[in-house]
């Protein structure tokens, strides 16, 4: 599934193709996503010129002069800028044709993406307004992080990926975040101290940076803005590793569920 390092680099690499444009036309092949598209989303949005795109958690945001545009990659969805001849391949959903002459295709094999349209207020929009912080951002801290897991029992790999509490830190990124902080997934949120969440957090912020920087984790089901995978599962130390000799120390990865996730850690690096 793409994580928010994976939606950040789709952001990035399609704005320089996408910002100042005009969507001449939308052509909608399937309807039926996660949520259904708007039967007149192709009327709302002929015309409109995009003016910026943003990201709030594993969402993108299309700014445009007459609207905003939704966009969720679900499980296996992509978007990539494509030439305005080229035609569409099996699960090559929705297009939106361009004055530029290309096209922004969005293809999803499995079809949990999703695109809506809003008019109004994207703080106050129903799949908006209960998120938590950027975990990038400065209001994601571990002041923050420690304040609202007093009393907290549920474990601080489930705790730090409900995005009531902060947004984007998904499965493979939680992983590695505690691992890198020496804690082990099974904690209670609750126990942990106040430095140990000092840790935590940079570890969530460099851990996603990295990623974000190196252009996402490879995902079997991803592509970049520009076409290309990123590489940052390379670099992986705990997820997807079990039975492997940890990287630091003697020990080797484990593997548990956790929150009904496949969940990796080092039994001697983290406490």
């Given at each position: 599934?793409?994580?928010?390092?994976?939606?950040e680099?789709?952001?990035?690499?399609?704005?320089?193709?996408?910002?100042?444009c005009k969507?001449t036309?939308?052509?909608?092949?399937?309807?039926?996503?996660?949520?259904?598209?708007?039967s007149?989303?192709?009327?709302k949005?002929?015309?409109?010129?995009?003016?910026r795109l943003?990201?709030?958690a594993k969402y993108l945001l299309?700014e445009?002069?007459?609207?905003?545009?939704i966009?969720?990659?679900?499980?296996?969805?992509?978007?990539?800028?494509v030439?305005?001849k080229?035609?569409?391949?099996?699960?090559?959903?929705?297009?939106?044709?361009?004055?530029?002459?290309?096209?922004?295709?969005?293809?999803?094999?499995?079809?949990?993406?999703a695109?809506l349209?809003?008019t109004e207020?994207i703080?106050?929009?129903?799949?908006?307004?209960?998120?938590?912080?950027?975990?990038?951002?400065?209001?994601?801290?571990?002041?923050?992080?420690?304040s609202?897991?007093r009393?907290?029992?549920?474990?601080?790999k489930?705790?730090?990926?409900?995005g009531r509490?902060?947004?984007?830190?998904?499965?493979?990124?939680?992983?590695?975040?505690?691992f890198?902080?020496?804690?082990?997934?099974q904690?209670?949120?609750?126990?942990?101290?106040r430095?140990?969440?000092?840790?935590?957090?940079?570890?969530?912020?460099?851990?996603?940076?990295?990623?974000i920087?190196?252009?996402?984790?490879?995902?079997?089901d991803?592509?970049?803005?520009?076409?290309?995978?990123?590489y940052?599962?390379?670099?992986?130390?705990?997820?997807?590793r079990?039975?492997?000799?940890?990287r630091?120390?003697?020990?080797?990865i484990?593997e548990q569920?956790?929150?009904?996730r496949?969940?990796?850690?080092?039994?001697r690096?983290?406490?």
């Amino acid at each position: 599934m793409p994580e928010l390092p994976e939606v950040e680099t789709t952001k990035r690499g399609l704005a320089p193709h996408l910002e100042g444009c005009k969507v001449t036309r939308c052509e909608i092949r399937q309807h039926s996503l996660r949520w259904p598209v708007d039967s007149d989303f192709a009327e709302k949005i002929k015309g409109a010129r995009i003016q910026r795109l943003d990201r709030r958690a594993k969402y993108l945001l299309v700014e445009t002069d007459k609207g905003l545009a939704i966009w969720h990659l679900g499980m296996s969805g992509s978007l990539r800028i494509v030439d305005g001849k080229l035609p569409p391949q099996k699960h090559d959903h929705i297009d939106w044709l361009l004055d530029s002459g290309q096209r922004l295709r969005f293809h999803d094999p499995r079809r949990f993406g999703a695109l809506l349209w809003t008019t109004e207020d994207i703080a106050e929009h129903e799949l908006i307004a209960h998120l938590g912080p950027e975990p990038l951002s400065e209001e994601f801290h571990s002041d923050y992080l420690f304040s609202v897991a007093r009393g907290r029992k549920a474990p601080v790999k489930s705790f730090i990926m409900d995005g009531r509490i902060v947004v984007g830190v998904g499965n493979i990124y939680a992983s590695e975040a505690l691992f890198m902080a020496g804690i082990r997934p099974q904690t209670p949120a609750g126990s942990i101290s106040r430095p140990r969440y000092e840790r935590l957090v940079e570890a969530i912020k460099t851990v996603l940076a990295a990623a974000i920087e190196q252009g996402g984790t490879t995902l079997k089901d991803f592509v970049g803005g520009d076409g290309k995978p990123g590489y940052f599962a390379q670099q992986l130390n705990a997820y997807g590793r079990a039975g492997q000799p940890c990287r630091h120390c003697p020990g080797t990865i484990r593997e548990q569920i956790i929150g009904q996730r496949n969940t990796f850690f080092c039994p001697r690096c983290q406490r």
